[in-house]
Nanobody, 125 residues
Framework: QIQLVESGGGSVQAGRSLRLSCAGSGRAVSPLAMGWFRQAPGKEREFVASIGWNSGNIYYGNSVKGRFTISRDIPKTTVYLQMSSLKPEDTAVYYC??????????????????WGQGTQVIVSS
């Protein structure tokens, strides 16, 4: 079984930066893609970013384009999210995601095979 563990969340002032990490562990498997979603209280889970594991193809949600950068460390099965120019509306629990079994489309929640437990990000004005 695959486990995903996020780290790096916290509280910051608007305009500052945070870097999130997500490390996968468990049975050896090559992901098709890893990425990030976020969910604010009372809202649906929102796509943030994804990266194809072999291709390196990157997709971003419209609300974070130009501010967030996703990257991966293939040997460590780890994905990162560098968040810059943070805004109060970025406040959410950020969830790491992994696709393994195929049928993946970027940003589609139903295609996610594994989820992390989430890490809280709070951005104050």
């Amino acid at each position: 079984q695959i486990q995903l563990v996020e780290s790096g969340g916290g509280s910051v002032q608007a305009g500052r930066s945070l870097r999130l990490s997500c490390a996968g562990s468990g049975r050896a498997v090559s992901p098709l893609a890893m990425g990030w979603f976020r969910q604010a209280p009372g809202k649906e889970r929102e796509f943030v970013a994804s990266i194809g594991w072999n291709s390196g193809n990157i997709y971003y949600g419209n609300s974070v384009k130009g501010r967030f950068t996703i990257s991966r460390d293939i040997p460590k099965t780890t994905v990162y999210l560098q968040m810059s120019s943070l805004k109060p509306e970025d406040t959410a629990v950020y969830y790491c995601s992994m696709n393994v079994y195929g049928g993946y489309s970027p940003g589609v929640r139903e295609d996610i095979d594994y989820w992390g437990q989430g890490t809280q990000v709070i951005v104050s004005s």
